[in-house]
């Protein structure tokens, strides 16, 4: 079983910058690939970013060259940097891991982009 646990949303001015932070325990060796997804109101979740054991990344369209996913093995720990945030970045963010045909969620964070 593995654990995850997102902290770091709030609210935010359009333009302006939050990091996310998703805290991983248990087993997680079984992990191969962490990821953000999200969620607005009235809308299905979708794919935000997601890192693999080898550093690989990949982004959803919408958010390349403003979100930067990355991770510290030592702390166990996957981040989100959203930079020159919109009103349409607004969400619950989800932390993902998956392995071993398993998908384990966090509880999810709320971002809010508003003036």
């Known amino acids: 079983q593995v654990h995850l646990v997102e902290s770091g949303g709030g609210l935010v001015q359009p333009g302006g910058s939050l990091r996310l932070s998703c805290a991983a325990s248990?087993?997680?060796?079984?992990?191969?690939?962490m990821g953000w997804y999200r969620q607005a109101p009235g809308n299905q979740r979708e794919a935000v970013a997601y890192?693999?054991?080898?550093?690989?990344?990949n982004y959803v369209d919408s958010v390349k060259g403003r979100f930067t996913i990355s991770r510290d093995d030592a702390k166990n720990t996957v981040y989100l940097q959203m930079n020159s945030l919109k009103p349409e970045d607004t969400a619950v963010y989800y932390c993902?891991?998956?392995?071993?045909?398993?998908?384990?969620w966090g509880k999810g964070t709320l971002v809010t982009v508003s003036s």
């Open positions: 993902n891991g998956y392995g071993n045909g398993k998908d384990y």
């Open positions: 248990g087993n997680i060796f079984s992990i191969n690939a």
């Open positions: 890192i693999t054991v080898g550093g690989s990344t």
